[in-house]
């Protein structure tokens, strides 16, 4: 059964933050408000966390999970980034975009893409989820939070509790997210816009 949490949006617990990320610790999956909708979040290094977090989603090994991080020199361990990339990355965050990068060691082979060894990361401009990464002081591997089957991220914390009491350690509740996904933009190579979300290009010189 999931535990929910309500939390301020802009000046969350931090006590209940530290509740939601001991059950991250010990394995279970959490839905959280972020900056563009709610996302699934996981711990980095349990499989089996992970692997929940795929089948929720129904994902297969070849879609892109994120890594949502505090800070840029928390990403920094996890993607290789040269001057250029950083530039746009300083950019951009906090913010809402997803920035495709090549992942480094730190980041373990089964969820990073099979093929390219790439990863998604990003730091969202949203005090809860800030706070929650504080709290756990690591990334979290995340996706957005849309039913299998459907297209549109879920957005009200009470339905998700409701659909996913039994698949979630956890739901945090702050009221609704903007419900538009992250900008998605492709780094390792020339740079590529693969979606256009919340996150505008134009403020990175991408128009």
Known sequence: MAQFFSVHPANPQARLLKQAAQLLRDGGLAAVPTDSSYAVIARLDD???????RRLRGLDERHH???ICRDLAQLGH???VDNRQYRLLKAATPGPFTFILEATREVPRRVSHPSRKTIG???PDHPVTLGLLEQF????LSTTLIPAG???ALNDAQEIRQRYEHELAAVVDSGACPKEPTTVIDLTEDV???RVGRGDPAKLGLA
């Open 192 to 194: 590529q816009i693969i």
């Open 78 to 80: 996890f993607a290789r």
């Open 47 to 53: 499989k089996a966390a992970a692997d929940g977090l």
């Open 65 to 67: 999970l994120t890594l």
């Open 150 to 152: 459907e297209t549109d």
């Open 137 to 140: 002081g690591e990334p979290l």
């Open 121 to 123: 990361l990003r730091v």
